[in-house]
């Protein structure tokens, strides 16, 4: 399987962090931690680890290091798996 490259909505802070549902085109992470020195990100890149069966360095963030709209590359990436979350 190639590089799956996509759109991540990300929602800090949350109660708990979860996995799925769409904004626009984007997959939505919710994840419960702050989005100070860099603690939001590294959940998010876990939390898509976890719902996607890969190890974390198999998870990058491509763009929007400091916003909650990013781009994510999964290596190796599974489309039906990423249309699953999108639900």
């Known amino acids: 399987m190639a590089a799956l490259r996509f759109e991540v909505r990300v929602k800090p802070r949350a109660s708990r ?5 769409r ?18 990100n590294e959940a998010v ?3 898509l680890a976890e719902a996607f069966g890969v190890r974390r360095e198999q998870v ?3 763009s929007g290091e400091r916003a909650r709209d990013k781009v994510v590359e999964i ?11 999108l639900g």
């Open 17 to 21: 962090t979860a996995v799925g549902g």
């Open 23 to 40: 904004r626009g085109a984007a997959l939505v992470v919710a994840v419960n931690a702050p989005p100070v020195e860099g603690k939001a």
């Open 45 to 47: 890149l876990r939390a």
């Open 60 to 62: 990058v963030i491509v």
């Open 75 to 85: 290596d190796p990436g599974d489309r039906q798996r990423l249309a699953e979350l």
